[in-house]
C-alpha cells in the first residue's frame, strides 16, 4: 500500500506545476561534513580511514538484537543455496575475497560488546563487465526495538552533479574516455571504534560453525556509504591536486559515482590527464578499471586488463559500452537506444505499462515527443482511478500495445552524436538557444548548442529537453504557454552551468506574442498567477535574449503534441533545429506591439481615514493578554523615536513596559473621564453628577487619574493610598483583571478584589471581577456541573398492554464466583447474570452466563426466547457484548429468512428482534432495568453466603426470580372483597403469584357457562383491567427532575463528564446534533471530540462558557 501511494505521488509529478528550487544544505548535513573534516585520516600506505557520521552518540540499534535476525537470514540464504548451486560457487568467491581483504574476525572477549549484525544477500547483474554478483548488507534491517544502523546514520549532502549534467559535459570533449573505479566502497576504511556497527555472520559451508566477522571497509548498503566514498573522493583531489590540478578539476567535477567521464581537445592532452588522474587515485588506493576512449591511440597506453572488454584484442573500436546508462559506440561516437521489453502479456494493467515505460532511459529528454503520448496514456489510467492490477480499456490498451510495437521497431534507428563539435579555444563562437511551446495537451521545452566552428561552418545538436502534461485543472492555452517558459528559463539556467562555459550567451525564443508581452511588461500588472512566473524567468535569464519564431518553425512544437517514433527519427527540426539556425547570421525579432490586457492584475481603490482616540481605545480589545498590548506599544514607541533597528534586536526592559502602561492607562481614563480630568486641569469643580464625585480625584505628576480618598495618613503605600481610577467598560481595564485572574493563580474573587486594589480602583470592581471568572474556561472546568433535564413522558411499550417480555429491557450483573466442581480444591469461575425485565409488566427472567462475549449472550437470549417467547424489541446499554449480539442476531434472522418456510417461522424471520441503544454512559435512561438489577442483587447477597456450583446458582436464580415476579404491582385494597390479592408479574406470566399457597383441586368441581380455556383468557383480561386501573396510573408523578432546562445549542463548547476521572481532565466536545424526544425535549446530543462523534445524555455534558482571555 505504501509503494502505490509513492508511486502514484510520482505519477502526479508528471502534471503537477512545481518550480525548480535549489536546496540548501540542512544543518544535519552541515554537521556531517564538520565531522568528516574532523576524524578522517590516511594510514600509511595513503588509504582513508573514516568515521561512520552517527546522528547521536547514544545507538539505540546496538540493543536491538540483531544477531539473532542475522542468523535467521544467514540460514535462509543457505536454504536459498541448495536450491543453486551456482548462486552458493559464486557467493562463496565473493565472500572468501571479503575474508581475505575487507573484513576481520571478531575475537572472542568481544563478542559480547555492544554490536550491529548486518544481515547481507546477493545481488545479480547480468550486464556488468566485470562481477555480477555483489553482496549487499541490509544495514536498513530493524531489531528488535524498531531501529536499524541506517535509522541512526547521517545520509550526507549532494556532492556531485545530476547525472544530466555530466553529460552534458562529456559531450563537449571531442577525444573522450571514460572508466570507472573498481570496488570503490571497500578502498575506504572505516575506524576501529565503528567497526562493531558492521558485523556480519558467515561460514563458507552449513557443516561449518557461524562465525562472527566486522567489516573493515566502507560497506554497500549502509545510509552514509555514497556520501563517504564520494567526499574521500574529493578529498584526494583536494590533498593530491596541488600538482595536478587539472587532474584534480576533474575528479571533483566529471565524476558520477565511481564512473568517470572527461576528455580533452586531443589524445596528447587526453592521455596526460587520464595518467595524471589514475596517479592522484592510486595515492589512496583507489584503482581505476574498463577504460574506454573514442581514440584507439589512448587505449595503447593501458594495460589490456585496464582497458573494457569491448575494446577488443585488435584494438577496434565496434563495440558498444554503457556510460552512465546510456549506450554509446566507440566506433562511430554516438549515442544508440535499446530497449529490452518482455514479451506481450495477455492482460495489460497500469504496472505493467509504467514498468515498461521505466525500461526506457532517456536522462535528456532526447525521445520527449514520442515519450509524451506515453505519459499522457498515464495521466488518462491516473483519472480513470484505477487500481495498480486492474485490466484497463480495450482501447487503452491497443494505444499501449501500438506504442510498444514502435519502440521496438524503430528504436534501435535512432543514433545521436556524441560530440558537439566544441573544443576549449573556440568557446567564444559558442551560443545556447532555446525553444518552447505549448497545447492543450502539454507543454515543452528544448535546447540546442550552436557552435561555429573554425572553418566557419555551423554545426547545431540537441542537448536536452523536458516535457510536462498539462495539469489535470483546466488552464488557458497563454498560461500554458507561460508555464513552458518556465520551464525552458530553468533548463538554459542549468545548461549552462552544466557546461560551464562563461562567455556563451543563450537566446530563447517562442511562437506565443502573448507571454513575450508578459516578459517585457512590469511585473506588478500582472495577476499573482503571471506575475510569479514572470519573475521566476526573470531571475532565470533575464528578458533580454527572448525572440520570436514562427510556430511552423518551432522544435518544441512536436514535444508538446507529441509524435511517434518512425517520424521523429526523421525530423531534422528536433534534432537539429530549425534551418536558420545553421545559417551564418540569424534575424533576431520580437513583435512591435507587445501589449495585452489578458491577465492583468484588477486595481482595487482604497480609501483610508485617520484613527481617532476613539478607535485607538477599541484597539486594546484586538490584544488576547495584557503583555502583548505592552508589547505592542513598547515597539511602537520605538519606532517613533527613530531606533528602527532596535525593534527585532534589543529585549524589552522593565522601564519600557512601565512606561507603555502608563501610557495606555492615560489613553483608557481619556476615554472615560474627559470631563472630570479637564476639570481637574483647570482646576475646576467637578460635576456633582459624576461617577467619581465620592472619590475626590486627583490627577498625580505623570497626568493619570487617582482617588484622592481619606486614607492620606496610612502606612499602605502611595499606590494602595491613591489607586488608579479606571472604568470597567474598557479593554484596558478587561486585560488588568484578565493578568490579576492569572497572576493570583486563577483565584476567587475577594482574592482578586484585594489583588486590584494594591494599585487600581475600578468603578463596580466586583461585577467585572465575577464576570471573569465565569468566563475563564479553565476555571469552568474545574467547576464544571452537570444539570438534569426534566424527567421524560413514560414510553409507549411501558403505559400500553403487551404479553409478558414482548418489549424488554436487559442488562448484566455481576461478576459472582462459581465452582466448577465440588469437592476439596475445586476452582472457582467468574459468572455473570443477564436480568431481563418485561417493559409492560416488570416481570424478570434471569440467565447464568458464564462471560461477557456477545456469543454467551447470544445463547442466553435463545433460552430466555425458548421460553417465555419471541421479543420483538429489547432495550439496553451499550456494552460490547449487546452491540456485538445484535449484529450476529440480525445475521440469525437474516439466515433464517433464507432457510425456513411456513406461516409460523415466515413470520418470526420476517419481524426480528430490534435492539435500541441508549446513549453511552447514561444507566438513569434505563431505569426500569437497573432497578431490577438492584431487586436481584437484594436477595441473592443475603441468600449466597459461600460459593455454589453451577447448578446450585442456577436454581437460586430460578426461586430468586420467582420471588421478584411475585412483587405486588398494586397496594393491596381491604375495602374491594374480591381483591384482596395484589397485582403482580406472576399474574401475566402463569396466571398467579408464583410464591402462594397451594389451591385446592378443582378438576372435578364442574363449571357453569364458561369452559376452562375461556376462564383463563377471561382473567388475563381482568388483569389487564387492573393493570390499567390500579398499576398505570400510580406512573403518573415524576419523582425527580420536575422542570425543564435550558436547552444546550449547536456550535456550544461542552466538557464530556467522566465518572472515573477528575473534572480537569474531562475531553471538551463540540455540539453537533440534538436528538429531541417524543415530548420535543432534547434529553441526547452529539458531541463531536477529537475526529470522533460520540452521543451523551443531557447530565453527561457541562455547558463551557469560553473566553479565550484567560
Known sequence: MHLNIDLNDMLKRMWEQDPYDQRQPTAEERRCEEIYAITTTRNKDGRYIVTLPKKSNVLLSKDGNTRAIALKRLYQLEQRFKNNPKLKSDYVTVMKEYQANYMETVPEEEITNPSVYLPHHAVIKEGRETTKLRTVFNASQKGTNNTSLNDELMVGPQLQDDMRSLIMRWRMKKVCFVADIQKMYLQILVKKEDRDLQRILWRNDDQEPVRDYRLTRVTFGTASAPYLAVKTLHQIAKDEGQKYPEASEIIRRDYYMDDMMSGKDNVQDAL???????TILKKGGFQLKKWCSNDINLLKEFEESERSSHVKLDLSLDGITRALGLQWNMGNDRFQYSLNL????????KRTILADLQRLFDPLGWLAPSILPAKLLIQRLWLQGISWDEEVEETIATEWNNLRESFRLYLPCIEIDRWLHTTETNNNNISIHGFCDASTKAYAAVAYLRVRTPTGSVKTSIIAAKTKVAPIKSQSLPRLELSGAVLLAGLLK??????????????AWTDSTIVLSWLFGDPARWNTYVRNRVIEILDNIGNHNWYHVKSSENPADAASRGTSLSDLKSDELWWRGPVWLREGEIQYSRPNMMMTDLEKREIILVNLTLDTGKSIIRKFEDCDTLQELLTVVVYCKRFLKGRKLEIKDLPLNTEELDDALKTCLRIAQKNDFEDEIQNLKSKTQIKGKSKLTNLNPYLDDVGLLRVGGRLRHSDLSEDSKHPI?????????????????RQTLHGGVQIMLCFLRTKYWILKAKTLVKAKIRKCLICAKLNATAKSQQMGDLPRVRVTPAKPFWNTGVDFAGPYPVLMSRGRGAKTHKAYIAVFVCMSTKAIHLELVGDLTSDTFIAAFRRFVARRGRCAQIWSDQGRNFVGANRQLVADWTEAKLQFEGSITETLAKDGTKWHFIPAYSPHMGGLWEAGVKAMKHHLKRIMTHNMT?????TLLCQIEACLNSRPLTMIDDTDKDRLQPLTPG????????????????RDVPMSHLSRWQHQQRLLTDFWHRWQQEYLTTLQQRSKWHHKVKELDLGHIVLIRSDNLPPGKWMMGRIVEKHPGADGVTRVYSVKSGDSVVQRSFNKLCYLPIDTEC
Open 342 to 349: 518482455p514479451g506481450t502479456s495477455n492482460i495489460t494493467t
Open 725 to 741: 481610577i479606571l472604568d470597567r467598560h474598557n479593554g484596558l481595564t478587561n486585560l488588568l483583571v484578565t493578568d490579576a485572574h
Open 950 to 954: 453451577y447448578e446450585e446458582m442456577s
Open 272 to 278: 596526460k590527464v587520464a595518467k595524471e588522474i589514475d
Open 494 to 507: 542549468r545548461i549552462k552551468e552544466a557546461m560551464n562555459i562563461p562567455t556563451c550567451q543563450i537566446f
Open 987 to 1002: 399474574h401475566f406470566l402463569v396466571g398467579e403469584t408464583p410464591i402462594t399457597v397451594p389451591t385446592p383441586n378443582l
